[in-house]
């Protein structure tokens, strides 16, 4: 069965500094890999999303994750976060053509932004 | 744009009550639509997925149980809650392709 590994239960940074959140995942072959962001009691906002093609994708608010087949791993990236970075990051991935598209969700960092 | 609206924002109820929860897309013509349940501080998990109106399939067995009455919505309920209950729903809904979820503000439940 397919599985997500987040690594990073809590990560604190200072505001100005770059983050990376890692995430692994488990499939035989290529899945579809995502990065949703939760803040504080809302719900998922999608971040970006790999299906195929270049390794490195972009998202919204200046986020960006590489996709890599060799260590099956998408982390994310940002280069300078703001205290409004502080959230919940999900790493998920669902499989091409699978009943009711289901996402298999890692556990989640909780990423706090220091000022 | 679509947009997708979930009430109630928050229950507090007791056990053995009952219980529902509603999820509203606009739109968006016959989407794939799905409900997903967060325990408090956990990962997300899969409960329900409907394609089309008056078809809804069960991922996980909860004592809970999902309908789709109209295109746009989708219904999450049960007629007696348990403790286990309480947490973060979420509805979610994609195109037919079911690439990408893009999900709701949630509704929070405690059960007391």
């Known amino acids: 069965a397919q599985s997500v590994t987040q690594p990073d239960a809590r990560v604190t940074v200072s505001e100005g500094a770059s983050l990376q959140l890692r995430c692994k995942y488990s499939?035989?072959?290529?899945?579809?890999l995502f990065w949703y962001v939760q803040y504080p009691r809302q719900g998922l906002q999608l971040l970006l999303k790999y299906y195929s093609g270049d390794p490195v994708v972009q998202g919204v608010n200046s986020f960006e994750a590489e996709f890599s087949k060799s260590n099956s791993s998408f982390h994310l990236q940002k280069a300078s976060v703001h205290w409004s970075d502080s959230a919940v990051y999900f790493c998920?991935?669902?499989?091409?053509?699978?009943?009711?598209?289901?996402?298999?969700f890692g556990i989640g960092t909780r990423v706090l932004v220091r000022p | 744009a679509q947009t997708i609206h979930q009430w109630p924002v928050a229950e507090i109820k007791a056990v053995g009550s009952p219980l529902s929860l509603g999820c509203t897309i606009k739109g968006k013509s016959s989407p794939n639509l799905y409900w997903y349940w967060q325990a408090t501080g956990g990962t997300l998990q899969q409960l329900f997925y409907s394609i089309t109106v008056g078809q809804v399939e069960s991922v996980v067995q909860l004592n809970l149980s999902a309908s789709r009455p109209k295109d746009d919505q989708f219904i999450l309920s049960t007629e007696k809650l348990l403790l286990s209950h309480s947490g973060f729903y979420l509805c979610?809904?994609?195109?037919?392709?079911?690439?990408?979820?893009?999900f709701g503000e949630g509704s929070r439940l405690i059960v007391v």
């Open positions: 979610a809904w994609s195109d037919n392709s079911g690439n990408t979820l893009y």
């Open positions: 499939y035989s072959a290529t899945p579809y």
């Open positions: 998920a991935l669902s499989l091409p053509n699978s009943a009711g598209n289901k996402l298999t």
